[in-house]
T-cell receptor, first 113, second 112 residues
Framework: GDSVTQMEGPVTLSEEAFLTINCTYT??????LFWYVQYPGEGLQLLLK?????DKGSNKGFEATYRKETTSFHLEKGSVQVSDSAVYFC????????????FGTGTRLTVIP | DVKVTQSSRYLVKRTGEKVFLECVQD?????MFWYRQDPGLGLRLIYF???????EKGDIPEGYSVSREKKERFSLILESASTNQTSMYLC???????????FGSGTRLTVV
């Protein structure tokens, strides 16, 4: 069945450091891929998405490229800020039925000044 | 501002009580979902609905039921709350297709 695997946390970085959070997936066909972010005490917010191979999603300085050959969708940001401290979830979805999202277990990022 | 609203942020209930968690969306979304979130386990789908009066079991439906009498409202029901249902509960909604979900802020339920 479909599944998402993302790197274990927690991840601690200094401000302005480069961020990579790895995400790989297992799925039949051509799923859509998403990154969600959850700030402390809040629900999840859609950060970015990509719907086909080689698409690059981007938002708020974050980027991720849909790599079908490596079944990956790694999240990157060139210079993190303290305000980026949150939990990040990778997810995939098919376009059938209720287009259910399958989530990874989340990666907690802490950025220190 | 479009949103998904969950009726309570924090809730404390006793073992054996019947518990209702309410979720309302104002985006005319067809699909609605209930997840629970636990440390180390990520998000697990409890139930979802893709139309009024329709419901489908997710990955962990045991001990839960749902109701969707109106398009905008999706209720999660714990028939007899137990301590292992202490968790963060997240409601979400979406249009069909690759648009992602809009989540509510969550309800942190503690069963004592």
């Amino acid at each position: 069945g479909d599944s998402v695997t993302q790197m274990e946390g927690p991840v601690t970085l200094s401000e302005e450091a480069f961020l990579t959070i790895n995400c790989t997936y297992t799925a039949t066909g051509y799923p859509s891929l998403f990154w969600y972010v959850q700030y402390p005490g809040e629900g999840l917010q859609l950060l970015l998405k990509a719907t086909k191979a080689d698409d690059k999603g981007s938002n708020k300085g974050f980027e991720a490229t849909y790599r079908k050959e490596t079944t990956s969708f790694h999240l990157e940001k060139g210079s993190v800020q303290v305000s980026d401290s949150a939990v990040y979830f990778c997810a995939l979805s098919h376009l059938t039925g209720a287009n259910n999202l399958f989530f990874g277990t989340g990666t907690r990022l802490t950025v220190i000044p | 501002d479009v949103k998904v609203t969950q009726s309570s942020r924090y809730l404390v209930k006793r073992t054996g009580e019947k518990v209702f968690l309410e979720c309302v969306q104002d985006m005319d979304h067809e699909n609605m979902f209930w997840y629970r979130q636990d440390p180390g386990l990520g998000l697990r789908l409890i139930y979802f609905s893709y139309d009024v009066k329709m419901k489908e079991k997710g990955d962990i439906p045991e001990g839960y039921s749902v109701s969707r009498e109106k398009k905008e409202r999706f209720s999660l029901i714990l028939e007899s709350a137990s301590t292992n249902q202490t968790s963060m509960y997240l409601c979400a909604s979406s249009f069909p297709g690759p648009y992602g979900y809009t989540f509510g802020s969550g309800t942190r339920l503690t069963v004592v």
